[in-house]
């Protein structure tokens, strides 16, 4: 897919399910989530390579080593009539933070993004991800700061359905 100096991105397959596990679980332990994780790989195989995939999972290697990933699926604008293309995490072993791999799997996204006519990428970060944000920034995003995400759980959307 792409290389950045001795970063290569590449898709996801069915045999990686274990290291997209992997750094779903240290994700959740970087945002003090870990105690939210249910995902086990079934779940996780069958949601991005089962009969309808739900999301796309990009991995970074340094060096034949693990390094990274990223998830992430379209969503739609109704304004501009096109797709987006929603990032729903990246992740970045500790130990290559500073080299690279961030930037590669942004990189990465945003040619996908552009080859499926996307109009934009679009992402959430949590509040006192300082680094990230100061990252994200670097790349030229902006805040949506009129915008409050909102969310259904499990429980309600089961609540709502019945009702």
């Known amino acids: 897919m792409s290389s950045q100096s001795d970063v290569k991105i590449r898709p996801a397959g069915p045999t990686d399910i274990p290291l997209v596990l992997y750094f779903v679980r240290a994700l959740a332990e970087y945002e003090r989530l870990a105690d939210h994780v249910v995902a086990d790989e079934a779940t996780l195989a069958r949601s991005l390579f089962g009969p309808r ?54 990189r990465a996204l945003s040619q996908i993004a552009l080859e499926r006519d996307c109009a934009h990428l679009q992402w959430s970060v949590l509040d006192w991800n300082e680094l990230a944000i100061g990252f994200y920034k670097k790349l030229g995003a902006t805040f949506l700061s009129e915008w409050k995400t909102m969310r259904l759980g499990r429980e309600h959307v089961e609540r709502l359905a019945s009702s």
């Not at 693990?66 to 992430?72: C, D, H, I, L, S």
């Open 53 to 106: 995939p739900y999301a796309e999972c990009i991995l970074a290697h340094v060096d034949d080593a693990p390094a990274g990933f990223a998830v992430y699926f379209h969503n739609f604008s109704t304004f501009a009539g096109r797709p987006g293309l929603y990032l729903e995490d990246i992740f970045v072993e500790p130990k290559f933070r500073r080299h690279r791999v961030g930037l590669a799997l942004f």
